[in-house]
């Protein structure tokens, strides 16, 4: 079993519609949380970035991150064909270089 | 401020050589770190480097080296390359010691071994 689960989609949404993305982990020591965002031959791009459990805000993106279910997600409201792209939740114990990430959620969103 | 560099974007090699991949990391940050991404392996930690030491190692085999220089400036080495290492590898950098400290990637080095 994975350290961290993510349902890899590929999801497709219409333009404007409210996008949940969702990723488990099983290590309760886990204390640090991010998605990235990865376009087409580019790196990963950091859209979040959390401690501990709560939400977290930042224009169209919302994170949440539930410690008791071992359960994060990402919202993306208003959803855009630029969004279109795969994301990747990541999880840390503390503040080094190592992420432990999941598969990546594949988003389509059609115009 | 500059991103995370790193070159070259691509490279082709033939099984049993060995390669060398280079990053600088954004200003002032001293934390570099590398992942190998594959499309059924994912992003995967390869190591860690802060101040010229390795602070932190993932499961590879001792093929895959690195180092940092003193200018915080990092290169990672795969030795006598296999078919299996084909994939992207990727840097990324952290201004650790000065609060929130997340990890900000380069747009990798695509690796190609035939």
């Known amino acids: 079993q994975k350290e961290v689960e993510q349902d890899p989609g590929p999801l497709s949404v219409p333009e404007g519609a409210i996008v949940s993305l969702n990723c488990t982990y099983s290590?309760?020591?886990?204390?640090?949380f991010m998605w990235y965002r990865q376009y087409s031959r580019k790196g990963p791009e950091l859209l979040m970035y959390?401690?501990?459990?709560g939400n977290k805000e930042d224009g169209r993106f919302t994170a949440q991150v539930d410690k008791s279910s071992k359960y994060i997600s990402l919202f993306i409201r208003d959803s855009q064909p630029s969004d279109s792209a795969t994301y990747l939740c990541?999880?840390?114990?503390?503040?080094?270089?190592?992420?432990?990430f999941g598969q990546g959620t594949e988003l389509s969103v059609k115009p | 401020k500059a991103g995370v560099t790193q070159t070259p974007r691509y490279l082709i090699k033939t099984r049993g050589q060995q390669v060398t991949l280079s990053c600088s990391p954004i200003?002032?940050?001293?934390?570099v770190s590398w992942y190998q991404q594959t499309p059924g392996q994912g992003l995967q930690f390869l190591f860690e480097?802060?101040?010229?030491?390795?602070?932190n190692k993932g499961n590879f085999p001792g093929r895959f080296s690195g180092r940092q220089f003193s200018n915080s400036r990092s290169e990672m080495n795969v030795s006598t390359l296999e078919l299996g290492d084909s994939a992207l590898y990727l840097c990324?950098?952290?201004?650790?010691?000065?609060?929130?400290?997340?990890?900000?990637f380069g747009n990798g080095t695509r690796l190609t071994v035939t």
């Open positions: 990324a950098s952290s201004n650790q010691g000065q609060g929130s400290s997340p990890l900000h």
């Open positions: 290590n309760s020591a886990f204390q640090y």
């Open positions: 959390t401690y501990s459990s």
């Open positions: 990541a999880m840390a114990y503390n503040q080094g270089g190592k992420l432990i």
């Open positions: 200003s002032g940050h001293r934390s």
């Open positions: 480097y802060f101040s010229e030491t390795q602070r």
